[in-house]
């Protein structure tokens, strides 16, 4: 079994950036994929970025490539999102996940999930 809590949400304004922190239980950390998601409000829930389980390749979501960093530190149990020129369309619900399997976008692949935390980006 695996928790995870997300934390590092908040209200910025349209420019601004904020680092969202997932810390996570178990010993196990290391070995699994983790990844975020984000839902906006009245919409599905989303992919935006994962990591594999030993930090060497990421994946992202085209509307926040080159804008958004995913990292994790095995050390710490922890993984971040780095998140740099925050849109008003950024603002959703924000979660961690961890998984078995790297390379798929879809929720079916992450097998743990946080609660979430919020961002919210005014224009």
């Known amino acids: 079994q695996v928790q995870l809590v997300e934390s590092g949400g908040g209200l910025v304004q349209a420019g601004d950036s904020l680092r969202l922190s997932c810390a996570t239980s178990g010993r196990t950390f290391s070995s699994y994929t983790m990844g975020w998601f984000r839902q906006p409000p009245a919409k599905e829930r989303e992919f935006v970025a994962a990591?594999?389980?030993?930090?060497?390749?990421?994946d992202y979501a085209d509307a926040v490539k080159g804008r958004f960093t995913i990292s994790r530190d095995n050390a710490k149990n922890t993984v971040y999102l780095q998140m740099n020129s925050l849109k008003p369309e950024d603002t959703a619900t924000y979660y961690c996940?961890?998984?078995?399997?790297?390379?798929?976008?879809?929720?079916?692949?992450?097998?743990?999930w946080g609660q979430g935390t919020q961002v919210t980006v005014s224009s």
């Open positions: 990591i594999i389980y030993g930090g060497g390749s990421t």
């Open positions: 996940a961890a998984g078995r399997v790297y390379g798929s976008w879809s929720r079916r692949a992450y097998d743990y």
